[in-house]
């Protein structure tokens, strides 16, 4: 699980953006604050996540997400890899159910961790 698998920090004038791309969740997401630090943006994987015992290594689910966005330092974070094909056990909406059930337990994130409808942007400057 050493290869294939790469995610970019961008620095933009209105801050950092991490794109996580394919992972796991691990202890990089603290090194990766540490040697570059808090991202204002985090696109993270919510999907294909399931079965557990096989996907783990490769996806985070939606309640490792808002735990790596919290590790990250993030302001925000936008939920990625979900819906778009069937690539695991996950139905097409659970993760975006699933997030939405993390959510409500930590309400310091509710407004901070979205998931954008398809064709959706959103600003993330900072005001």
């Known amino acids: 699980m050493k290869t294939l698998w790469c995610g970019y920090v961008l620095e933009t004038p209105a801050g950092r953006v991490y794109f996580a791309g394919d992972t796991g969740f691990g202890p990089h997401f603290e090194r990766i604050r540490e040697r570059l630090g ?28 808002v735990r790596a966005m919290e590790i990250l330092g ?15 056990d996950d139905g097409r909406t659970e993760p975006v159910d699933d997030l939405a059930k993390v959510l409500a337990e930590k309400p310091d994130f509710r407004g901070r ?11 993330f400057s900072p005001r």
């Open 38 to 65: 808090s991202p204002r943006l985090a696109l993270i994987p919510i999907g294909a996540y399931r079965p557990r015992w096989f996907m783990r290594t490769v996806h985070t689910n939606p309640e490792e997400a």
């Open 74 to 88: 993030a302001d925000y974070a936008v939920g990625i890899h979900f819906g778009t094909f069937l690539l695991a």
């Open 113 to 123: 961790f979205l998931v954008l409808e398809e064709g959706r942007g959103r600003d």
